[in-house]
């Protein structure tokens, strides 16, 4: 891997990106497939039977075999969405129909670390069947309180849990097939949702061997894929029994008057025409990853995580919200400085020329009742970023600190 891949820093050598959690850039395999389906292969795909559909259907349909492979999934297993917003969403309609009938008032459990994306589907559901939100405790570590986690399941009927794998505010990673197999032995029946829109473009990640996750999301452009394609795989033994909560054409089998039915899966959950450049896009993604030295990545981002944790630390008018403990967390440090607003850190750093997120991140639970702050600096990594890149940062902070002390 080079910083070359990527034409953005071609095109500005001296940007230092530093907003990845947010979207990360593009290599030039990735924007080439795209570009190449839409100049030798554009056609829709399962519906044409001349060359040029048959030629789409086989790349799109290539791009969820690559993919699933990625993941560990079987390719019916493995639905196109827009990304995770989209198939957390899925999921959670999926759910309301499948419950809708039943009476008993039952619980879905959330974290106090959630993205609003992994918790308006939830309220939206809750509130249409009349159920209970509840979210789990995060330790003074900044980590999920597994132990009140455990309480509630025991205590609760709790009949969906879906969590973070990564949090994108604080970095803590979640053990999710660790948490998720300590819930089943209570409470096998529990539905076990994963988000793992910041966990996957920095992990490997095999569903094979954690066998307990139900429904595990994720979005292409936060690994280097194009917007607007992400995946929402789900176990094919619920997969099959649940209905499609997006209908229309491409998904069914027989229409009638007045009903329809399904086709198979995955295509049973693909209504309408998919992002299919998306797909291919996302596939390129993986096999830039294959060409890559796996342990050199990995060695890479330890030693930068450790890097930019400690320049954090170092600044005493810094407070950094998130685990010390490097094994617990991935690349995202958010941070506020006493006396200056967030939006005037990201303001300055970016006279500098570095590029990082200020806001609530979409994590205002997490901001107003647990970090007590309306909002937050956000500094998220990538493979593509080095050690020089998080001294001009540290240099920048300090510069920053100096000026609104004056
Ligand atoms: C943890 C987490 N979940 C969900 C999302 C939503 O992803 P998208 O906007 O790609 O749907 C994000 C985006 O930042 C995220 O960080």
Redesign the pocket.
Known sequence: MQKTDFPIFRNYPELVYLDN???SQKPQAVIDAVKDFYENKNSNVHRGIHSLAERATLEFENARNNIAQFIGADPIEVIFT???????NLIAQMLFEHYENTNEKKTILLSEM?????ILPWQLLAGRLGWELEYVRLTSEYELDLEDLIDKIKKRDVSILSL?????VLGTINNLDEIFSKVKNISPRTFCIG?G??YIPHHKFDLTKNNNIDFY?F?G??IMGP?GI?ILYGKKKLLETLNPSKVGGGMISKVERNSFSTSELPEKFEAGTPNIAGAIGLSAVINYFSELNESKVENHMSELTNFTLNELNNIDELTLYGPQNLIKRGPVFSFSIDGIHPHDISQILDQDGIAIRAGH??CQILHREILKIPASARVSLYLYNDIEEIKKLSISIKKLITQFKR
């Open positions: 959690a947010a979207t827009s990304g995770t917003t989209e198939s957390i959630e993205h609003h994306s992994n973070t794998h990564m949090s994108n988000d829109a910041q999301v979005s452009h936060k917007t992400g991140h979409c």
